[in-house]
């Protein structure tokens, strides 16, 4: 039956979406031919936006000229612990949380580029 089949969150349905590197009008066609059978599993896929528009910090926090694009550093640590935070359906409530984010970045040499073109 139809009614007991579930829907995706909009957060497994992105994660599938990439995974898959199903484009727009690919994921739009999956969807219809499910529709068509009667089995409305998918989410449309302006949720799909929804959830990917959430993975971005806010746009006060981005800088965009011709030559160069930038993101406070702030901004992005706190979204990734939000996320972090809301996968493990944990409170995100900060005022009464004493939180510590312990983290590394940098080149570990994994990159496979040149240290000499690295500024």
């Known amino acids: 039956k139809s009614s007991d089949i579930k829907t995706h969150s909009k957060e497994q349905a992105l994660a599938w979406t990439l995974n898959l590197g199903l484009s727009r009008s690919k994921y739009k066609e999956l969807r219809n031919m ?4 009667g089995i409305k599993q998918y989410l449309s896929y302006y949720n799909i936006r929804l959830a990917k528009i ?3 910090p806010p746009r006060e926090t981005v800088t965009i ?3 160069h694009a930038s993101i406070k550093l702030q901004a992005l640590l706190d979204l990734t612990v939000c996320r972090i935070l809301e996968t493990y359906n944990i ?3 900060f005022e009464k949380r004493n939180l510590k984010l312990i983290s590394k970045w940098g080149f570990d040499g994994a ?3 040149n240290l000499h073109e690295q500024t």
């Open 34 to 37: 499910s529709n068509v059978q």
């Open 111 to 113: 990159s496979c580029q």
């Open 54 to 56: 959430a993975c971005y």
């Open 91 to 93: 409170d995100t409530n």
């Open 65 to 67: 000229s011709d030559t």
